[in-house]
Structures are given as C-alpha cells and as structure tokens.
C-alpha cells in the first residue's frame, strides 16, 4: 500500500466513526428522555395511587376518585404524549426497557382507579387506547392528524396487573379501619381470581413469577384480615378495629415505608 | 358489575395472555432453530480462517478467503430465512435470539475483507456480505453496535496473526496490522459510549493494540524490521 493509500484509508476511518458518534449520541439521547419521561410517568403514578388509597378514610370517596382520574389524564397529556411522539416510527420494543417501569407503575393506577369506580378489571384495549393519540403530521402538506401511541405489550399489562393486586390489598386493611368491613371479602374473592389466573399461566418470567409471590403474601394477608373480621368482629367497636389491624405483619407497614419513600 | 362480570372479566384477560404467549413461545422456537443453524455457518467460517494463522495458510491468505465465499451465501440464506419469520415492526422483541451471531458474522466479514484488502470493511459491505439490510427502515438490519463489535472481535485476531505472522517469517504484515490496529483504535475513541456490552468490548482493544506494538517492538530491537517499501 502507498503512504497517500493509508492517509486516505485513515482519514476514511475517522470520517465513518464520526458518523457512528452521531448515531449513537442521538439514540443514547433518546434512550434517557425516555427514562426520564418514564421516571416522571413513575412518580405521577405513584402520588395517585396514593390518593386513591385515602379515599377509603373519607366519605367523599368520589370527589377523591375523580381528582386522581384528573391526576391520571395529567399523566397522560403531559408524560405519555412526548413520549409517543419519541417513539413515533421506532420500533416500540427497542426502547422498552426505557419506559417499561414507568408504564408498569401507570398501569396498576390506571387499573386501581378502574376497581375502585366500577370493580371492574380495565382491560388491555382500554388502557392502549388511553395511550392513543392524534398527532398534527409536520411532514405532508396540509397537516395531517395521524395517530401515535406509547405501545403496551400484553405482557407489561399483565405486570401491571400484578402490581395492582398489591394495593387492593393495601386498599382492603385500610378501609376495615374506616368501617367498611365488606371490602376484605370483596377484595379477598378478587384477589383469588387474580391468583387463579397468574397460576394457571405457568412459566412466563421471573419478572411474573416475583410479582406473583408477592401476590400470594398479598392474598395471604387479606384472608389473615377475612378471618380476624370473622372472629373479632363481634367483640370490638367497629373504631377499635383498626388498631387491630395495624399488627397484621407487613400490611400497613409497608404502604407507609413505600410513601416515605417517594414523597 | 356483579360479581359474576367481573370474574369472567377476569377469566377472559387471563385466557387472552395465555394464546399471546403460547403463539410467542412458538414463534420464539421457530426463531431459535434457524438461530442455531447461522451459528453453525459462522463456526465454520471461522473454523477455515483459522488457516491463515498456519505457515502454509498464511502465504496463501487469498485463497482461503475464497473458500469461505460460499459459506457467506448460506449465511445470506438463513438470514432471510430468519427474517421472514419476524413481524413487521417487531425486530428488538425478539433481537436477543441472534444478536450474537450477527456480531460473529459481522467479524468474520470485517476479517475477510481486511485479509483480502487490508481495509476496514464498511457497514455497507458487511450488510451485503451477510445478507441483512443496513437501515432499520428497510427490514431485518445490523444494529451499529453489532457491527462496531464485530470489528472489535477483528482487532482480537489480527492481534493474534500479527503473533502468528513472525513465527511464520513474515515480518512485513505485522508492521501493517499495527498501524491498521491503531486507526481503528482511533476511529473507536471519538465514540462517546454508554456503560453496555460495546463498551465493555471496547476497553479489551487496548489490550490488542498493545499486544501488536510488542510485537512490533520485538522485532524493531533486532533489527527485524523490514525497512519501507521492500
């Protein structure tokens, strides 16, 4: 090879691998937008999940559920739309792992709200098309709406879902404490749905298969609850019963650990 | 809702996931037998290349390339095959499956190329060699991260040949990977990368290139150096 060969050769190289730096600068950039949105979207979710478990003290529950929908709507336009316009002609998988601790974390407020207001199990459609919006196109003349969507795969949903069974147990030994002594039974059957399903799924993945753990410790303490109802129930005011409460192990406990934390 | 709504609710979005994931499992499967098939092409790849470390391979570096020409054109072949069986759109759900031998490939597509030419193999010329698209907009492509370490897996085994190359008694080539070995060293530094899997090939390089100087080295206190252009 000639001296001028490798010159050229050389600057070649450096060329290409300014090339490459562009590259991945811009999708490390997005990379941590994403992260950041979906710290963001973690955080939102977490303070409405919150309020949603005070409404079993008060008796405007429904005042309480409304403000956390305003909450959950807030999270959507201000968190959930920047970044589906991120994730607009990109592969939804590639950045996943960005904002899958986020969505997981939207999605068990989402389906929190869902029980609390009607007991129902907001389903995988639902909750996608909430992430659905309409777009004004920059690229055709006129401006086009176009549809973009943070895209939720089954199995972060069903993730979510998992999450979601913790707080209902959250949600049960709070509201004995408020007077609502049928809200165990309910939660409880619910609850034992839920495991039902999560056990007959097999091996998914060992994301599942801690969450499912914890749901069945979950379960475990609202039936520890079902039961002391039973027994107790005719012997203590209805006042005094919270206190009782307050010594099931972890229950209590760990709501407040976990909101220490956040806030 | 009564309670009964709510359970078939429930009922339904388990019975939902459940046919979601089997046909996952399934396609995942399919994915990993024609996986293991490429892995195979690339073994055997680099299994002639091993040639050029030898005497005799070494002096006859051209032809061994040509031998594994047809090899390449299997390579070509199951990656269409295992492109045909990913969605649309659905390239990083399942990437996991054949990102190491596409990094393999692209090495030995890099190796190749530097035998036959002594030049850097483009990106370009690497997606052509193993049949996959260069930009994600145009299918099943080569993410940049696998071809960079793909060329880092390269500077490993010339480091290797220019050892090989003076047992051998050919001292002209080492002087030329050392100096190809450090280009690339160059081109890798101007990348700014995060704490993953490239980065942490990236920090073996140094040791590469230090191991091409040494040799480099070795021969210059000698004498053994061949003086330019002879």
């Known amino acids: ?263 | 809702m009564d309670a009964h709504e709510s359970a078939e609710r429930i009922a339904e979005v388990f019975a939902d996931f459940q046919s979601y994931f089997s046909k996952e499992q399934d396609l995942r499967e399919e994915i990993r037998s024609t996986v293991r098939e490429l892995e195979q092409t690339a073994r055997e790849i680099h299994a002639v290349l091993q040639k050029v470390h030898q005497k005799d391979g070494s002096e006859n570096v051209v032809n061994v390339c040509k031998s594994t020409e047809s090899n390449f054109e299997t390579a070509r072949k199951q990656f269409k095959e295992l492109s045909a069986k990913i969605p649309e759109n659905q390239y990083y759900r399942f990437n996991d499956h054949w990102k190491y031998a596409l990094q393999k490939l692209s090495f030995l597509s890099a190796l190749v190329t530097y035998l036959k030419t002594e030049k850097l193999v483009s990106r370009e010329e690497t997606a052509a060699m193993i049949g996959v698209k260069l930009r994600q907009a145009e299918g099943f492509h080569m993410d940049l991260d696998d071809y960079l370490i793909g060329l880092l897996q390269m500077a490993s085994e010339l480091s290797r040949l220019a050892v090989n190359s003076v047992t051998a008694g050919d001292f002209h080539r080492p002087m030329r990977i050392a100096k190809f070995v450090a280009e690339l060293d160059a081109g890798f530094r101007l990348l700014n990368l995060k704490n993953d899997a490239l980065r942490k090939r990236f920090d073996g390089l140094k040791y590469d290139l230090k191991k091409v100087e040494e040799v480099v080295y070795d021969l210059s206190i000698r004498g053994l150096k061949p003086v330019e252009g002879t």
């Open chain 1, 1 to 263: 090879m000639l001296a001028e060969d490798v010159d050229q050769q050389k600057s070649h190289i450096s060329q290409c691998f300014q090339e490459y730096q562009k590259e991945l600068d811009c999708r490390h950039d997005k990379h941590e937008r994403l992260v950041k949105l979906s710290r963001d979207v973690t955080i939102e979710s977490k303070r409405a999940i919150f309020l949603m478990q005070r409404s079993s003290g008060s008796n405007k529950s429904d005042e309480v559920l409304d403000q956390a929908w305003q909450k959950i709507t807030g999270i959507q336009q201000q968190k959930f739309l920047p970044m589906a316009k991120e994730l607009h002609g990109e592969d939804p998988h590639q950045f996943l792992r960005a904002y899958s601790a986020g969505l997981q974390e939207y999605i068990e407020a989402v389906s929190f709200y869902h029980y609390l207001k009607s007991k129902t199990l907001v389903s995988l459609e639902q909750v996608q098309s909430d992430l659905t919006f309409t777009a004004q196109s920059d690229d055709t003349e006129p401006p086009q709406e176009k549809a973009i969507s943070v895209h939720v795969p089954p199995s972060e949903y069903m993730l979510g879902l998992a999450d979601l069974t913790g707080e209902l147990m959250r949600f049960a030994i709070n509201s004995v404490g408020s007077g609502n002594l049928d809200c165990p039974n309910d939660v409880c059957a619910y609850l034992r749905r839920m495991l039902g399903g999560f056990e007959s799924l097999g091996q998914v993945s060992r994301e599942m298969n801690r969450k499912v753990y914890t749901l069945r410790q979950s379960l475990q303490k609202v039936e520890a609850a079902c039961y002391t109802l039973q027994i107790r129930g005719s012997e203590i005011p209805k006042h005094m019963l919270k206190d009782v409460f307050r010594s099931v192990p972890g229950a209590e406990s760990s709501y407040m650990e976990e909101r220490d934390l956040d806030e």
